[in-house]
């Protein structure tokens, strides 16, 4: 049979055990995880701040990870049925955070959101270090 690809997409900037887990349940949902790591500029254009670590350094940090084998820039939302056809993807995982939002690449993979690991994110951890 052929292996199943699993993708999915993050910014992973100050990387922690919620990332970790995703990425760990992720990867249990076939034989290979594809992970797009957004870039800096679509960072800002999503949370309206430059991430703490850069991207090549969020790159470094995920694809050095045990469940991942293979890491892209993610440029773009809009392109996301691009990036399932170019990386073959079967399966596609989001946190929970993002439920329904991925629903239009179904045709493509199955979308799967996973529930996020409570009590921890990266700006209550910017917050925290702060104060
Ligand atoms: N996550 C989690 N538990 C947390 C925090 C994050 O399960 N406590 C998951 C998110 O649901 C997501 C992944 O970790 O699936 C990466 O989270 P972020 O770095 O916050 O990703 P985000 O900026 O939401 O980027 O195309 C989609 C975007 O690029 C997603």
Same mark, same amino acid.
């Given at each position: 049979m052929a292996e199943t690809t699993v993708i999915t997409f %993050?910014?992973?900037? +100050? /990387?922690?055990? %919620?990332?970790?887990? +995703? /990425?760990?349940?992720?990867?249990?949902?076939?034989d290979r995880l594809v992970v797009g790591v957004s870039s800096d500029a679509l960072n800002f254009s999503k949370k309206g701040r430059n991430p703490v670590f850069s991207q090549d350094e969020?790159?470094?940090l995920v694809s050095n990870?045990?469940?991942?084998?293979?890491v892209f820039v993610e440029e773009s939302l809009e392109l996301k049925r691009d990036y399932?056809?170019?990386y073959?993807?079967?399966?596609?995982?989001m946190g929970d955070d993002w439920a329904g939002k991925f629903d239009f690449c179904s045709d493509l993979a199955?979308?799967?959101?996973l529930p996020r690991t409570p009590s921890i994110s990266?700006?209550?951890?910017?917050?925290h270090i702060r104060s």
């Open positions: %993050g910014t992973f900037d +100050v /990387l922690h055990v %919620g990332h970790i887990r +995703v /990425l760990n349940r992720a990867a249990e949902l076939g969020r790159l470094e990870l045990k469940s991942v084998d293979q399932l056809t170019q073959d993807a079967d399966v596609l995982v199955k979308v799967v959101y990266t700006t209550a951890l910017i917050e």
